[in-house]
């Protein structure tokens, strides 16, 4: 699994905690290890990702928790979901505000690249649309690197 600096890491799981006992959210060892593995991770994890590597520590943790944990989270607006066609919906912890993604459609895996006119994209369609814009997606699709070489 690739991961995040420790630091940088710390800061999320402290961040995302603070969020959870706002809303009086019971801190339980499965849960925190929900966390830490949102905050490292950098591949965007499903939630079925997720309840595999939380099983090990915690074998008796159980998919609705994984759920649960993870629904709240994005509601808190502490997780950023990645939505696709065919259901398997993924997740960023380490970056939870809205980012553009490279995602390949042969490995599913993704990217998040920093693009330096974003906003200005945002500024521009602000402008050209009238809109208050409040968040948006940005996915691009197609073959990664590796993927390519594959072919």
């Not at 079925?48 to 944990?69: H, W």
């Not at 380490?94 to 006119?117: F, G, Q, S, T």
């Not at 369609?125 to 072919?151: A, V």
């Amino acid at each position: 699994m690739m991961q995040l600096n420790t630091m940088e890491s710390q800061k999320r799981i402290e961040h995302m905690l603070s969020k959870l006992k706002e809303r009086d959210f019971r801190i339980t060892p499965q849960r925190l290890a929900i966390l830490k593995i949102l905050a490292a991770s950098e591949r965007h994890p499903s939630v079925d990702d997720i309840y595999r590597d939380v099983k090990v520590e915690f074998p008796t943790t159980s998919l609705a928790t994984v759920y649960k944990t993870v629904s709240l989270l994005k509601e808190l607006k502490e997780v950023l979901e990645l939505s696709f066609p065919d259901g398997s919906n993924r997740y960023d912890g380490n970056n939870p505000a809205p980012h553009p993604h490279a995602i390949c459609v042969k490995c599913k895996k993704i990217m998040d690249p920093e693009l330096m006119n974003l906003d200005a994209l945002t500024e521009e369609m602000r402008r050209k649309t009238g809109y208050e814009i409040h968040y948006h997606e940005l996915e691009f699709f197609g073959l990664c690197p590796e993927c390519q070489q594959q072919k």
